[in-house]
């Protein structure tokens, strides 16, 4: 292993989302040493370029993280329900459905409205400016020029068609840029994909940073905890299996880039969380916040598979002959089926269960995943060979309210992983208004010589009580997970808008976990948003 200078101005640890762009950005100044700690290996799998390749990668241990949750949906039920985030270098970034949404203006507001002074509208979409190329062109709402390239869905069939279609008679606005227009509307999801290659963050960000001396990588390496002294951050204790365990130090800033399963248990390993907490799991206290990886809010979506009355869908392209034409077209022309997404169309609305604001993403393709035993999902990747098509439906804004709390102080301990989902009045009546309103949206006109059986929940599931159920049963975690080391006022959060950590000197946090609340949609871009902005405050103040 190549030896490492003793101390370094930044330290960033994680090289997801966020932790690319900042330690590109940061290290792009050649007076600054800088050093990426990563715990996972290099993005070396050929499937991470393939967009379709994320249905191998989903369920390789060497690029996922899988998380054991402590608490199931509903009793005797999800007893292993497992959330996964991406391993290695890109993070999530390499594995996702690279799905370009970039939330509302008034998520943003919100933040600045909880104490995240200078984060709103505005900022962010500077941020999200600076970093696109898009490629419908750069405007007042989008960027041209920047480091990634988005692009509209490039695979097109008459079925993507009518189910723009049924959501326009459903009233959706149908737009070209999912994100140039707030509220209901319709269309193509936009993906950070350039010329059928997946732009994960290591591919943009990280590989002019590795060709700098100032710039320094390390990879499968576990941050143990940072060291603080009089209360300011010194360095990481670190461990490998070349090094065994063994420290770096910082003259500047550590940056937590974690996201939000890892960075709140590094402070908390650090002991930086509820006092009580980390007593009880053998972790000396070195500053008390109790709203260390607290305040966990996530998107709970619940996918429903239907039969095709005739052959207009496309999971043939994904089984048998169909598939090696479709792998052939993407290496010779570099388009088709498998050059986009896992999902075309995209659609936003309201339930109208808390009032008129956007509060549900839908999710539509034209083929279906594999159903085992009772219609019960099987892993993603596996095909179903029938004709059919997917809805999914992702509630945006719960309110319940989940918590990761590190076992102790070895990182091999793990965490307790408590969701609450679906914990308030709220949660429970948009949850049953979310499958009714997917239930409408085939039902529309435009589908109608298309859209067979409903497989899940299945026709037989009517009353409130039963779609309830079923989905306590069968929903899944949106993978977008925010909060547990919050921007706020002090003494309501765990950093302040400067991203700084309340209590210790010299460690920040800038990823998911960051974000004050939820955002309506993904939360690929804005993490590279907030990691732009990151940089931007570090480097300018």
């Known amino acids: 292993m190549t030896a490492l200078p003793e101390s370094f101005d930044y330290i960033v640890v994680g090289a997801g989302s966020a932790g690319c762009v900042l330690a590109e950005r940061l290290s792009a100044d050649p007076r600054n040493r800088v050093l990426l700690v ?7 799998s050929p499937w991470i370029a393939m967009p379709k390749g994320i249905a191998k990668l989903v369920t390789d241990p060497d690029y996922i993280w899988a998380y054991q949750i402590s608490q199931p949906r509903q009793p005797g ?48 979409l500077a941020a999200y ?14 960027g041209s020029g920047g480091p990634v390239h988005v692009t509209p869905d490039t695979y097109r069939y008459p079925l993507a068609e009518r189910m723009i279609a049924a959501g326009e008679e459903m009233g959706l606005a149908r737009t070209d840029d999912l994100n140039s227009v707030q509220g209901g509307r319709v269309g193509y999801y936009c993906h950070n994909i350039r010329k059928g290659r997946r732009e994960s963050g290591a591919k943009v960000f990280l590989r002019p940073a590795m060709k700098r001396g100032n710039f320094h990588l390390l990879t499968d390496t576990i941050v143990k905890s940072v060291r603080i002294s009089g209360g300011v951050a010194g360095g990481l204790e670190l461990r490998n299996a070349q ?7 910082c003259a500047g800033e550590i940056i937590l880039c974690g996201g939000t399963m890892e960075s709140p248990q590094i402070l908390q390993r650090s002991g930086i969380g509820d006092g009580d907490t980390l007593k009880a799991a053998g972790i000396e206290v070195r500053h008390h916040n109790p709203h260390v990886g607290r305040h966990m809010r996530e998107h709970l979506s619940y996918s429903m598979p239907f039969l095709l009355r005739r052959n207009s869908g496309i999971g043939h392209c994904y089984y048998g002959a169909g598939l090696v034409a479709s792998v052939a077209r993407y290496y010779l022309l570099r388009n088709g089926p498998m050059a986009t997404g896992p999902f075309e169309v995209g659609a936003f609305m309201s339930t109208g269960v808390t009032g008129p604001r956007t509060d549900l993403q839908l999710y539509l393709s034209g083929y ?56 308030t009045g709220n949660d429970e009546e948009t949850a049953i208004a979310t499958i009714r309103a997917m239930r409408d949206y085939v039902a529309q006109t435009a589908l109608a010589d298309d859209v067979g059986e409903e ?17 306590r049963a069968l929903g899944t975690s949106g993978l977008h997970g925010v ?28 990823d998911c976990s960051a974000m004050p609340g939820l955002v309506t949609g993904n939360t690929n871009a804005p993490a590279m948003a907030l990691g732009w902005r990151a940089a931007d405050i570090l480097l300018h103040g």
């Open 368 to 423: 279906m995943f594999a159903l085992g035993d009772d219609n019960d999902p099987v892993p993603l990747g596996n095909i179903d060979k029938r004709p059919g098509m997917t809805v999914s439906g992702t509630m945006l804004r719960l309110e319940s309210e989940g918590e990761i709390m590190a076992r102790g102080v070895d990182p091999a301990a793990g965490a307790a992983i408590t969701p609450n989902w679906l914990s």
């Open 483 to 510: 909060g547990t080391c919050r921007m706020g006022r002090e003494g309501e959060a765990v950093l302040d808008a400067s991203l700084r950590v309340y209590g210790v000197e010299g460690l920040r946090v800038a």
């Open 129 to 142: 400016r600076a970093i696109e190329d898009h490629g419908l062109a750069g405007s007042d709402m989008r």
């Open 77 to 124: 039920k999800n007893a292993h329900e497992i959330w996964i985030r991406g391993k290695g270098l890109g993070g999530s970034s390499s594995i996702n459905g690279m799905i370009w949404s970039r939330g509302e203006t008034q998520d943003y507001d919100e933040w600045q409205a909880a104490g995240a002074t200078g984060w709103n509208g505005a900022s962010m």
């Open 243 to 249: 090094r065994g365990d063994f420290t770096v130090g």
């Open 38 to 44: 990563e715990a996972g290996g290099r993005d070396k």
């Open 455 to 471: 497989l899940i929940p299945g026709a037989d599931v009517q009353s409130d009580a039963e779609l309830l159920d079923s989905f």
